[in-house]
């Protein structure tokens, strides 16, 4: 099983910026071959952010590339996403995401709140 913190949300005026935070714990943490950050606005479906694939690689969603950097600390399970240049859609709960690679199974943090403020 694996656990996950989030930290880092809050309210920010547009052109701001936020770092998130999530460290994973738990006996089933050294199976995490994926970290990555999803996010779900009122009314619409969770979409992907910016994750680490299995192969050690980014993926950033278009509307966040050049303002969005993910990071992480292997060691640690710790993945990070500085947010800057905030806009007012990016407005959303982040969720952290792992997956496993032994299991196959996805794992979600409890999710934290991102408002910008126009």
């Known amino acids: 099983q694996v656990q996950l913190v989030e930290s880092g949300g809050g309210l920010v005026q547009a052109g701001g910026s936020l770092n998130l935070s999530c460290a994973a714990s738990g006996r089933s943490i050294f199976s995490i071959n994926a970290m990555g950050w999803y996010r779900q606005a009122p009314g619409k479906q969770r979409e992907l952010v910016a994750t680490?694939?299995?192969?050690?690689?980014?993926n950033y969603a278009d509307s966040v590339k050049g303002r969005f950097t993910i990071s992480r600390d292997n060691a640690e399970k710790v993945v990070y996403l500085q947010m800057n240049s905030l806009k007012p859609e990016d407005t959303a709960v982040y969720y952290c995401?792992?997956?496993?690679?032994?299991?196959?199974?996805?794992?979600w943090g409890q999710g934290t709140q991102v408002t910008v403020s126009s």
């Open positions: 680490f694939t299995s192969g050690g690689t980014t």
């Open positions: 995401n792992v997956h496993l690679a032994v299991t196959g199974w996805d794992y």
